[in-house]
């Protein structure tokens, strides 16, 4: 088989890509820091048993029922919430809460565990609050939020307020994934990938929005382009966006990308 490992390499072809972690590390404690003193930050809340199924609950400054939940990305392997909550800034200026789950990494568990380890976390979020529930994910987050839009892994009345799913530079087809060093830790089957791949499966009910960086690795815009095709679904392809900086637009309340998702 063909070596997918460049193909699938996002740092190694954006400029400066080292200064992103670190920034993004930076921004996102000083956001929490402000959200604690504010008392309008929950961390830390537990969905299940390990250390890693926890997640981070902003409230915004009035009351509010709606809530946008972001999944992380990072290949099933690395980061977790505390690298994004400055990505919560946009929605709860709208007036949105916003919680965002860490989940257990690859090869400690399964890509099709964490499908799981997610809609717990989902339900749980779903918990606390009353109105409408809109789904983001970012990368492996953008393939495990599309996840969460088929196979009846949310319970039907959790399903029924998702108001927006939005797979953002998702990949949403696995089988290309086996063709990469990466799978030494995923362990994918031909099998196991087609079983947790969102663009095979039917098209979900919920309204779905794939958003990618026009400046992405190709690969990253195919994927799009196929979860988008196989669901019907609007696809944005955003102008000047690497898979870096596609995800900043959720700090910007009147951004394109916040205004599709929040206002179906």
Partial sequence: MENLDDAYAN?????????????WEETAKAFREKQLQAGRAYLDMAYGPTERQRFDHF?????????????????????????????????LDLGLQVAMPSYDLCPSVRISDISRQIAKAVEEIAKRSTGKIALAGHSAGGHLVARMAVGDLLAPEVMDRISQVMP??????????????MNDAFELTQEDAIAESPTLMPKPTCPVTVWVGANERPVFIDQAQWLAHAWSADIIIEPEKHHFDVIESLEEAQSDMLQQLLNS
Avoid: C, M
């Avoid at 740092?11 to 920034?23: E, G, K, M």
């Avoid at 977790?80 to 909550?85: F, G, R, T």
């Fill in 59 to 91: 409230l915004p400054s009035g009351p509010s029922e709606d809530i946008l939940i972001f999944v992380h990305g990072g290949y099933w392997l690395r980061f977790d919430k505390s690298y994004w909550s400055h990505l919560a800034k946009g929605a």
């Fill in 168 to 181: 953002i530079s998702p990949v949403g087809d696995l089988r290309p994934l086996r063709q990469t060093a």
């Fill in 11 to 23: 740092a190694a072809h954006i400029p400066n890509a080292d200064r992103f972690v670190p920034h």
